[in-house]
Protein backbone atom coordinates (compact mmCIF):
# COMPACT_ATOMS: atom_id res chain seq x y z
CA UNK A 1 0.00 0.00 0.00
CA UNK A 2 1.37 3.37 -0.57
CA UNK A 3 2.07 5.55 2.21
CA UNK A 4 -0.17 8.87 1.92
CA UNK A 5 2.80 11.15 1.95
CA UNK A 6 3.63 9.21 -1.16
CA UNK A 7 0.85 9.76 -2.95
CA UNK A 8 0.13 13.89 -2.37
CA UNK A 9 3.45 14.17 -3.53
CA UNK A 10 2.58 12.36 -6.57
CA UNK A 11 -0.78 14.69 -7.09
CA UNK A 12 0.83 17.54 -6.43
CA UNK A 13 3.39 16.71 -9.40
CA UNK A 14 0.66 15.86 -11.37
CA UNK A 15 -0.74 18.97 -10.25
CA UNK A 16 2.23 21.27 -10.92
CA UNK A 17 2.81 19.49 -14.29
CA UNK A 18 -0.82 20.83 -15.78
CA UNK A 19 -0.57 23.88 -17.88
CA UNK A 20 -2.56 26.63 -17.60
CA UNK A 21 -5.75 26.72 -20.07
CA UNK A 22 -4.20 29.93 -21.77
CA UNK A 23 -1.10 28.53 -22.11
CA UNK A 24 -2.58 25.15 -23.75
CA UNK A 25 -5.37 26.82 -25.74
CA UNK A 26 -2.76 29.72 -27.21
CA UNK A 27 -0.04 27.09 -27.67
CA UNK A 28 -2.68 24.49 -29.44
CA UNK A 29 -3.29 26.72 -31.72
CA UNK A 30 -0.18 28.08 -32.33
CA UNK A 31 0.91 24.59 -32.36
CA UNK A 32 -1.79 23.37 -34.89
CA UNK A 33 -1.22 26.48 -37.38
CA UNK A 34 2.43 25.81 -37.34
CA UNK A 35 1.80 21.40 -38.17
CA UNK A 36 -0.92 22.50 -40.54
CA UNK A 37 1.29 25.05 -42.23
CA UNK A 38 4.10 22.59 -42.73
CA UNK A 39 1.62 20.26 -44.11
CA UNK A 40 0.24 22.86 -46.50
CA UNK A 41 3.61 23.52 -47.74
CA UNK A 42 4.80 19.98 -48.58
CA UNK A 43 1.52 19.17 -50.10
CA UNK A 44 2.01 22.48 -52.59
CA UNK A 45 5.84 22.55 -53.02
CA UNK A 46 5.26 18.64 -54.71
CA UNK A 47 2.39 19.59 -56.40
CA UNK A 48 0.39 16.60 -54.90
CA UNK A 49 -3.13 15.67 -55.71
CA UNK A 50 -6.10 18.00 -55.59
CA UNK A 51 -6.79 21.03 -53.73
CA UNK A 52 -9.66 19.53 -51.81
CA UNK A 53 -7.24 16.57 -50.61
CA UNK A 54 -4.45 19.43 -50.26
CA UNK A 55 -6.74 21.12 -47.66
CA UNK A 56 -8.00 17.50 -46.07
CA UNK A 57 -4.18 16.46 -45.15
CA UNK A 58 -3.46 19.95 -43.79
CA UNK A 59 -6.25 20.13 -41.67
CA UNK A 60 -6.03 16.59 -40.34
CA UNK A 61 -2.00 17.79 -39.20
CA UNK A 62 -3.74 20.71 -37.40
CA UNK A 63 -5.96 19.15 -35.57
CA UNK A 64 -3.29 16.39 -34.78
CA UNK A 65 -1.06 19.29 -33.27
CA UNK A 66 -3.94 20.84 -31.98
CA UNK A 67 -4.56 17.69 -29.54
CA UNK A 68 -1.22 16.92 -29.47
CA UNK A 69 -0.06 20.39 -27.97
CA UNK A 70 -1.40 20.46 -24.56
CA UNK A 71 -0.61 16.56 -23.96
CA UNK A 72 2.68 16.98 -25.04
CA UNK A 73 3.61 19.67 -22.65
CA UNK A 74 2.01 18.42 -19.77
CA UNK A 75 4.00 15.10 -20.09
CA UNK A 76 7.43 17.27 -20.63
CA UNK A 77 6.36 19.80 -17.90
CA UNK A 78 5.95 16.20 -15.73
CA UNK A 79 8.81 14.29 -17.04
CA UNK A 80 11.04 18.08 -16.01
CA UNK A 81 9.73 19.64 -12.84
CA UNK A 82 12.65 20.51 -10.79
CA UNK A 83 15.65 19.55 -13.09
CA UNK A 84 17.65 21.16 -14.94
CA UNK A 85 16.85 23.52 -18.25
CA UNK A 86 18.88 20.76 -20.48
CA UNK A 87 16.37 17.78 -19.69
CA UNK A 88 13.63 20.65 -20.09
CA UNK A 89 14.72 20.90 -23.67
CA UNK A 90 14.97 17.30 -24.33
CA UNK A 91 11.89 16.77 -22.73
CA UNK A 92 9.97 19.01 -24.63
CA UNK A 93 11.38 18.12 -27.71
CA UNK A 94 10.50 14.28 -27.39
CA UNK A 95 7.30 14.67 -25.67
CA UNK A 96 5.67 17.24 -28.49
CA UNK A 97 7.71 15.19 -31.16
CA UNK A 98 5.81 11.84 -29.81
CA UNK A 99 2.26 13.38 -29.13
CA UNK A 100 2.53 15.23 -32.25
CA UNK A 101 3.18 11.98 -34.31
CA UNK A 102 0.80 9.98 -32.25
CA UNK A 103 -2.20 12.11 -32.50
CA UNK A 104 -1.64 13.11 -35.91
CA UNK A 105 -1.15 9.85 -36.53
CA UNK A 106 -3.95 7.95 -35.00
CA UNK A 107 -6.70 10.44 -36.50
CA UNK A 108 -5.02 9.56 -39.99
CA UNK A 109 -6.21 6.04 -38.93
CA UNK A 110 -9.21 6.61 -37.84
CA UNK A 111 -9.78 8.11 -41.56
CA UNK A 112 -8.07 5.61 -43.21
CA UNK A 113 -10.02 2.91 -41.11
CA UNK A 114 -13.53 4.83 -42.01
CA UNK A 115 -12.66 4.27 -45.62
CA UNK A 116 -12.24 0.87 -45.14
CA UNK A 117 -14.96 -0.48 -43.01
CA UNK A 118 -17.02 -1.02 -46.26
CA UNK A 119 -15.33 -4.46 -46.70
CA UNK A 120 -15.06 -5.11 -42.89
CA UNK A 121 -17.44 -7.81 -40.92
CA UNK A 122 -20.31 -6.22 -38.96
CA UNK A 123 -19.10 -4.16 -35.88
CA UNK A 124 -18.00 -5.55 -32.60
CA UNK A 125 -17.55 -9.40 -33.75
CA UNK A 126 -14.18 -11.43 -33.36
CA UNK A 127 -13.12 -10.92 -37.63
CA UNK A 128 -14.03 -7.10 -36.90
CA UNK A 129 -11.81 -6.81 -34.16
CA UNK A 130 -8.68 -8.55 -36.13
CA UNK A 131 -9.59 -5.75 -39.43
CA UNK A 132 -10.01 -2.88 -36.84
CA UNK A 133 -6.63 -3.42 -35.19
CA UNK A 134 -5.05 -4.63 -38.27
CA UNK A 135 -6.37 -1.75 -40.23
CA UNK A 136 -5.50 0.94 -37.89
CA UNK A 137 -1.75 -0.67 -37.51
CA UNK A 138 -1.17 -0.49 -40.88
CA UNK A 139 -2.34 3.09 -41.40
CA UNK A 140 -0.41 3.71 -38.43
CA UNK A 141 2.78 2.47 -39.99
CA UNK A 142 1.68 4.45 -43.33
CA UNK A 143 1.66 7.59 -41.30
CA UNK A 144 5.08 6.78 -40.00
CA UNK A 145 6.47 5.98 -43.03
CA UNK A 146 4.90 8.38 -45.62
CA UNK A 147 3.63 11.12 -43.45
CA UNK A 148 6.25 12.36 -40.73
CA UNK A 149 8.43 14.11 -44.09
CA UNK A 150 5.52 16.45 -44.36
CA UNK A 151 6.92 17.62 -40.87
CA UNK A 152 10.42 18.74 -42.48
CA UNK A 153 11.35 21.35 -42.28
CA UNK A 154 8.66 23.57 -41.47
CA UNK A 155 7.41 21.50 -38.74
CA UNK A 156 10.85 20.34 -36.97
CA UNK A 157 11.94 23.97 -37.08
CA UNK A 158 8.52 24.84 -34.92
CA UNK A 159 9.63 21.56 -32.50
CA UNK A 160 13.31 23.15 -31.87
CA UNK A 161 11.75 26.45 -31.41
CA UNK A 162 8.90 25.27 -28.91
CA UNK A 163 11.45 23.24 -26.72
CA UNK A 164 13.80 26.23 -26.92
CA UNK A 165 10.76 28.23 -24.86
CA UNK A 166 10.11 25.66 -22.80
CA UNK A 167 12.89 25.37 -21.38
CA UNK A 168 13.92 28.17 -19.14
CA UNK A 169 9.95 28.37 -18.02
CA UNK A 170 10.64 25.12 -15.93
CA UNK A 171 13.23 27.10 -13.87
Not at 18 to 42: I, R
Request: contains cysteine.
Amino acid sequence: MTPLPALHNRLDRIRNALPSPGVAVCGALLWAAAMGASALVNLLLDDWETPAKIRFVSLLYAAGGALAFPVGLFLARLVSLGRHWQVALAAAFVCLLAATIGFTGGLFALQYRSYYAQWHEPALTIAWSIQFVHTMATAFYQFIVLGIRLYFPLGFTALTLASIWFAPQQR
